[in-house]
């Protein structure tokens, strides 16, 4: 089974409005991390949030915030008043455990068009 | 503060060259990590190391790739034999600590690797 799950098509938002960003987890392990980074076409991984799963609240960042919902095994991005500047992709992920070998686990990304 | 660097940010190499990807990073930070990005996906783990060490390698490739991050200077992804398919961005990441699920790590500005 796929750890970190974006289903969702190109995305179009108009400028300043708000948009959702899917993203479904998979995990047994009771702790773990997860990350939103976006890329735009310049190319680079640009970290955005990050929510503990032990976290009581969602996290926030400027106008980032995480929906996270813990039964359901999501963690959605939700950006308030898009910006020209956030057309880009966006990749959700996963880090799991503890351990040493607890590595970041990628989804594939989700395409984000901003419309004047 | 400088953030992870890579160099080169394009490399261009002939099929049976070698390619080698430097990533010095951020100051204070002691674990790398290099992820690959294929046209069209996410990112996917490749190798973690820390000073002198590999801790985990289970992304990298059986042949031609290898990896080292020595005591003194920046690490270094090393490809030999380059065949087309090795084309794709290679990210470099840095964290102040081991994997612990609340660490964030941050990325550079990824290497392209284009073999003609």
Known sequence: AQKITQTQPGMFVQEKEAVTLDCTYDT?????????????????????????SYDQQNATEGRYSLNFQKARKSAN???????????AMYFCAMREGVGA???????????LSVRP | NAGVMQNPRHLVRRRGQEAR???????????VYWYRQLPEEGLKFMVYLQKENIIDESGMPKER???????????????QQVVRGDSAAYFCASSPQGPISGNTIYFGEGSWLTVV
């Open chain 2, 21 to 31: 990807l430097r990533c010095s990073p951020m100051k204070g930070h002691s674990h």
């Open chain 1, 77 to 87: 991005l939700v950006i308030s008043a898009s910006q020209l500047g956030d057309s």
């Open chain 2, 65 to 79: 790739f290898s990896a080292e991050f020595p005591k003194e200077g920046p690490s270094i992804l090393r490809i």
């Open chain 1, 28 to 52: 047994s392990d009771p702790s773990y991390g997860l990350f939103w980074y976006k890329q735009p076409s310049s190319g680079e991984m640009i970290f955005l949030i990050y929510q503990g």
């Open chain 1, 101 to 111: 070998n607890s590595k970041l686990t990628f989804g594939k990304g989700i395409t």
